[in-house]
């Protein structure tokens, strides 16, 4: 594979304009850096309680405050450094960072009445720079109005004297200040989930308008970058890589695969948690059509004996972790030279493990690329994607040509169908739970729905239900098909799937799976749920 890689001056320059994201341990901090990187502008994300040398030596032309899960109002709750009001840059505080800003800056803060969590309606009362233009509809009066997305307990209930209010909801007085001279804006809301429908216009005038950055960062020298601080960090050093079949890894092995050729080596692990024909389809992929190095590793066996009576997705999710590790281990010691363990691993995986620079983020479930690293471990770790979020992955693989392109494929997780059977797995569920899911997906692309939907699957429930079969009683298990509508995985609408082909799928998984009686499809949005069920 060939991709040029220019090291020129003008591109040197991309990190010119930069904004500083204070991490408040809000689960979003990072699609907050996501989102300005998607605006062009680089970006680095910090604990809030950076030194005042560390800001000036990072030079931002702005800053924003994260939300975050504790209340200002208790006490010994983290405050951005004074330095960041003083520093003569514009200030964004969104959710706990416009509390903390109101309340370091001389306002008040208490406990809401009414918590917010989701839809909202803001209704902006006054003109500001920053929100002049952008709005989603207009009242009767002509009061501009935006739909946004809130997820709070605490409201700002005095400003600070310098301060404007902008906007209000109705159980929100304050949902956004300002003060304009200063550059200084606060909002309630969450302007980095997609839900908020203006909330990239809002970024992209703080950004641009506001800060004045430039748009340079861009998917072309993120590769560039990645693939210089890999051979940097790789030398003359061999490489194994975790290769599952999904994109985070493909495109971990294309990055690995530009910058030290064939001293990276693939391990293909099947760990039986595969789904239909999974194995074959990534080893002909990735070895014949790409050429790279693979070893077909078949450890079902293995995986489903460590699983044997375990039923708590933690610790699923740990055993699957583990053994995957003992194998790469063990794959590792047979090749000499290799010293390290590279893989697909993203942002999303991090900061849902609360592994993330601050540690701050609520534990939701711990993926296995994160929670299943052993302590020990014999190898170096190798994450280029560690930052990123899907779509920006997506990016990079169309820049490197998509080479990658198995018709779009949803993102499946690193414990596979482990997380998709409920509670212990058996070799008996997995089977009927692959053939379940080649239905329902075989389904969405008859019906051109595959690519409508960010995510589909089935999942096993070890429930048995009661059904009539050619006049016999059966007594089965039960299934439940998931489709999710996102474009960053943090928060997803279920998917309105037409009924009729509900009905479809639904008729033709009970009458050609052996051993499922019913079909129930999840109507759960996230948040509150997951999209995977454990
Ligand atoms: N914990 C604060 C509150 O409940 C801030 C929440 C947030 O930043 N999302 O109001």
């Given at each position: 594979?060939?991709?040029?890689?220019?090291?020129?001056?003008?591109?040197?320059?991309?990190?010119?304009?930069?904004?500083?994201?204070?991490?408040?341990g809000s689960q979003y901090s990072q699609l907050l850096a996501r989102r300005i990187r998607e605006i062009g502008v680089y970006c680095k994300l910090w604990d809030w309680n950076i030194t005042v040398e560390?800001?000036?030596?990072?030079?931002?032309?702005?800053?924003?405050?994260?939300?975050?899960?504790?209340?200002?109002?208790?006490?010994?709750?983290?405050?951005?450094?004074?330095?960041?009001?003083?520093?003569?840059?514009?200030?964004?505080?969104?959710?706990?960072?416009?509390?903390?800003?109101?309340?370091?800056?001389?306002?008040?803060?208490?406990?809401?009445?009414?918590?917010?969590?989701?839809?909202?309606?803001?209704?902006?009362?006054?003109?500001?720079?920053?929100?002049?233009?952008?709005?989603?509809?207009?009242?009767?009066?002509?009061?501009?109005?935006?739909?946004?997305?809130?997820?709070?307990?605490?409201?700002?209930?005095?400003?600070?004297?310098?301060?404007?209010?902008?906007?209000?909801?109705?159980?929100?007085?304050?949902?956004?200040?300002?003060?304009?001279?200063?550059?200084?804006?606060?909002?309630?809301?969450?302007?980095?989930?997609?839900?908020?429908?203006?909330?990239?216009?809002?970024?992209?005038?703080?950004?641009?308008?506001?800060?004045?950055?430039?748009?340079?960062?861009?998917?072309?020298?993120?590769?560039?970058?990645?693939?210089?601080?890999?051979?940097?960090?790789?030398?003359?050093?061999?490489?194994?890589?975790?290769?599952?079949?999904?994109?985070?890894?493909?495109?971990?092995?294309?990055?690995?695969?530009?910058?030290?050729?064939?001293?990276?080596?693939?391990?293909?692990?099947?760990?039986?948690?595969?789904?239909?024909?999974?194995?074959?389809?990534?080893?002909?992929?990735?070895?014949?059509?790409?050429?790279?190095?693979?070893?077909?590793?078949?450890?079902?066996?293995?995986?489903?004996?460590?699983?044997?009576?375990?039923?708590?997705?933690?610790?699923?999710?740990?055993?699957?972790?583990?053994?995957?590790?003992?194998?790469?281990?063990?794959?590792?010691?047979?090749?000499?030279?290799?010293?390290?363990?590279?893989?697909?691993?993203?942002?999303?995986?991090?900061?849902?493990?609360?592994?993330?620079?601050?540690?701050?983020?609520?534990?939701?479930?711990?993926?296995?690329?994160?929670?299943?690293?052993?302590?020990?471990?014999?190898?170096?770790?190798?994450?280029?994607?560690?930052?990123?979020?899907?779509?920006?992955?997506?990016?990079?693989?169309?820049?490197?040509?998509?080479?990658?392109?198995?018709?779009?494929?949803?993102?499946?997780?690193?414990?596979?169908l482990g997380v998709r059977i409920l509670g212990e797995i058996k070799e008996e569920y997995c089977n009927i739970l692959r053939h379940a899911d080649a239905i329902f997906i075989e389904e969405l692309h008859?019906?051109?729905?595959?690519?409508?939907?960010?995510?589909?699957?089935?999942?096993?429930?070890?429930?048995?239900?009661?059904?009539?079969?050619?006049?016999?009683?059966?007594?089965?298990?039960?299934?439940?098909?998931?489709?999710?509508?996102?474009?960053?995985?943090?928060?997803?609408?279920?998917?309105?799937?037409?009924?009729?082909?509900?009905?479809?799928?639904?008729?033709?998984?009970?009458?050609?799976?052996?051993?499922?009686?019913?079909?129930?499809?999840?109507?759960?949005?996230?948040?509150?749920?997951?999209?995977?069920?454990?």
């Amino acid at each position: 594979m060939q991709y040029l890689i220019i090291r020129s001056k003008m591109n040197r320059n991309i990190d010119n304009y930069r904004i500083l994201i204070l991490d408040f341990g809000s689960q979003y901090s990072q699609l907050l850096a996501r989102r300005i990187r998607e605006i062009g502008v680089y970006c680095k994300l910090w604990d809030w309680n950076i030194t005042v040398e560390q800001i000036q030596e990072f030079n931002p032309n702005g800053i924003i405050l994260s939300g975050g899960p504790e209340s200002t109002i208790q006490k010994k709750s983290p405050r951005a450094p004074e330095y960041v009001f003083t520093a003569g840059v514009p200030v964004l505080g969104v959710c706990y960072g416009m509390q903390t800003m109101a309340m370091q800056l001389g306002g008040y803060v208490k406990k809401s009445e009414k918590s917010e969590f989701g839809y909202a309606q803001v209704n902006i009362i006054a003109k500001s720079k920053m929100f002049h233009d952008i709005r989603d509809s207009e009242k009767k009066d002509g009061t501009p109005v935006l739909d946004v997305w809130m997820s709070h307990n605490d409201i700002v209930t005095e400003i600070p004297s310098d301060f404007i209010v902008i906007a209000s909801t109705d159980n929100c007085p304050y949902a956004i200040i300002a003060n304009e001279e200063k550059k200084f804006y606060g909002i309630q809301f969450h302007p980095e989930v997609t839900h908020t429908r203006q909330g990239q216009r809002i970024l992209k005038r703080f950004i641009l308008e506001i800060c004045g950055c430039k748009a340079l960062w861009n998917p072309a020298n993120i590769i560039d970058d990645a693939i210089w601080s890999l051979r940097k960090q790789v030398g003359t050093d061999s490489v194994i890589l975790g290769l599952s079949g999904g994109i985070d890894s493909a495109v971990t092995a294309l990055l690995l695969d530009l910058a030290i050729g064939k001293r990276l080596i693939c391990v293909f692990v099947d760990n039986g948690l595969l789904r239909l024909n999974e194995g074959q389809q990534v080893t002909e992929m990735f070895g014949e059509k790409l050429g790279l190095n693979i070893i077909h590793v078949k450890a079902a066996k293995r995986f489903l004996k460590a699983l044997a009576g375990i039923t708590n997705p933690e610790d699923k999710r740990q055993t699957i972790g583990r053994v995957f590790i003992e194998i790469f281990n063990e794959e590792a010691s047979k090749i000499p030279q290799v010293k390290w363990l590279a893989q697909g691993t993203i942002y999303s995986d991090v900061i849902e493990s609360a592994t993330s620079k601050t540690g701050k983020a609520r534990v939701i479930k711990s993926h296995h690329n994160v929670g299943g690293l052993p302590k020990k471990m014999k190898l170096g770790l190798i994450e280029p994607l560690k930052n990123l979020f899907k779509d920006e992955v997506r990016k990079l693989d169309i820049e490197l040509g998509q080479p990658y392109n198995m018709q779009n494929l949803h993102p499946f997780p690193g414990p596979g169908l482990g997380v998709r059977i409920l509670g212990e797995i058996k070799e008996e569920y997995c089977n009927i739970l692959r053939h379940a899911d080649a239905i329902f997906i075989e389904e969405l692309h008859k019906a051109n729905l595959y690519n409508t939907v960010s995510q589909a699957f089935t999942v096993f429930l070890p429930i048995r239900s009661v059904g009539v079969m050619g006049d016999n009683r059966t007594y089965d298990w039960v299934v439940s098909l998931r489709a999710v509508e996102t474009t960053d995985f943090m928060t997803a609408h279920w998917a309105r799937l037409p009924y009729d082909f509900l009905g479809c799928v639904s008729n033709r998984i009970i009458n050609e799976v052996t051993g499922i009686s019913r079909v129930v499809y999840d109507i759960s949005s996230k948040p509150p749920a997951t999209i995977e069920w454990e």
